[in-house]
């Protein structure tokens, strides 16, 4: 793949509206680059607009399992995306738009997607989930693992993996992608994955995931805690034409915001080997700086529980998520009023090395965003630093997995710490050597 930077101007299928400045595709589908304008009423920044991803379609992010002597194995994808910082990355079995597989580019049809649309095989798993709130307006995706009993020949580009290798696999920076990660953490625990004993973190980890476990707070409490956070936060999200959004400057073929922070909308013109389509051109999101995603977790009763954050971000659909204790890019803070910055983010980064259980950079989604990446960390404490707060809870990993059964309850940068955290935990014992074709 062979991506090179272009002015939005030159963008070959899209075209700016005149009356708006609104970026969308020749085709009307795909996405489409908008303006958002936000109220919070009472908070340290109480209004901003910016521009924002709008995707109102939702794909599929599906992976295919099938087992060998007992050992579940995973069809996974290398595959390239405009954004990726270094190349191909593990990814799913399917990771397709809607106007993807519906083939409105004219292109290759989707591999293995009719496994997924009307599924054939067991279904492991099957939810709508969120994706970035702060970037995209109420995007998601269908998440799926389906288990097939016989073989599946691997094609070209495809191989079958041991779901142990893949959750070791997760450590490596940049190496297994955000569509991977969030139907990962989606998959139910399997045989043997609630551990037969051991010491260390590893071993609470895998214990933890067992529902027969116990939890700091009913699973119904979280979720009234989450209910009435919901039900009374005073959030006003809405679209608005692209150029409307104040603080923000059209210059040299790309838009910023007048300080330098958050990110740029850029252009990008793809030449692909491999790919349903050899080339195109599309804007994209290209961060500034690289964002810290930080659990701070504890043993409480010998169960290892996450201080998860009921975060509020504009695009999603139902305001209000569970994310990781700490889920920031500290740059963008620097101007801010101290009220603002993020409780808990000295926790995580001076944290003493004997306390860091995870500690990996990972990229975002490299089909919409450029070189999106951020630093995710897993950090063990005994006390809890914010007794009381209100937005604020420790959730025991069985419940996490629990709420990962059902939409909009886990942000997509949770979901990643939540497989990240699966990787730690000692796996039932098979073969690693290598994939089977």
């Not at 191909?88 to 591999?111: E, F, M, W």
Request: net charge neutral.
């Amino acid at each position: 793949m062979r991506v090179t930077p272009l002015p939005l101007e030159e963008l070959a299928g899209w075209r700016e509206d005149a009356a708006t400045g609104d970026l969308r595709h020749a085709s009307g589908r795909f996405f489409s680059v908008e303006g958002l304008e936000v109220h919070r009423p009472g908070w340290a920044v109480s209004a901003w607009s910016q521009p924002i991803l709008h995707q109102p379609e939702a794909g599929i992010l599906g992976i295919l399992l099938r087992r060998v002597e007992g050992v579940p194995y995973l069809l996974m994808q290398a595959k390239n995306e405009p954004g990726n910082p270094d190349g191909a990355q593990l990814s799913p079995t399917v990771q397709a738009t809607r106007s993807n597989y519906t083939r409105v580019h004219q292109g290759k049809a989707v591999p293995y997607l009719d496994f997924f649309r009307q599924p054939r095989g067991r279904v492991l798993a099957d939810v709508r989930q969120s994706e970035q709130g702060a970037w995209f307006y109420r995007k998601r995706n269908r998440n799926m693992v389906v288990e097939v009993a016989g073989e599946v020949e691997a094609a070209e580009g495809f191989r079958w993996l041991p779901l142990r290798r893949v959750r070791e696999l997760l450590s490596v920076p940049d190496l297994v992608n955000m569509d991977a990660r969030t139907v990962l953490a989606c998959l139910p625990v399997q045989d043997g994955e609630h551990g037969d004993g051991g010491e260390g973190f590893g071993a609470a980890v895998a214990r933890s995931r067992d529902p027969r476990r116990g939890s700091r707070h009913h699973t119904a409490e979280l979720l009234s805690w989450l209910s009435g956070i919901r039900s009374t936060v005073d959030v006003q999200a809405r679209t608005v034409p692209l150029n409307q959004v104040s603080r923000w400057r059209r210059a040299g073929g790309r838009i910023s915001h007048e300080t330098g922070r958050f990110f740029d909308v850029i252009g990008v013109r793809v030449e692909a080997d491999g790919r349903e389509v050899v080339g195109w051109d599309q804007p994209m999101i290209s961060p500034v700086g690289t964002g810290v995603v930080g659990f701070l977790v504890r043993r409480i009763g010998g169960v290892v529980h996450a201080l998860a954050h009921a975060r509020v971000e504009p695009g999603y659909t139902d305001v209000v998520e569970l994310a990781p204790t700490v889920q920031c890019t500290p740059g963008n803070y620097d101007h801010l009023p101290s009220q603002a910055r993020p409780p808990l983010l000295a926790e995580v980064l001076d944290a003493p090395p004997e306390r860091v259980r995870f500690d990996t950079v990972l990229s975002e989604e490299g089909g919409r965003f450029y070189h999106a990446r951020n630093r995710y960390l897993v950090v063990e404490v005994d006390e809890d630093p914010l007794p009381g707060h209100p937005a604020f809870r420790w959730i025991a990993l069985h419940q996490l997995d629990e709420l990962l059964r059902h939409s909009y309850y886990l942000n997509v940068q949770a979901r990643t710490l939540n497989a990240c955290l699966h990787g730690l935990a000692h796996p039932a014992r098979e073969p690693v050597s290598g994939g089977v074709r």
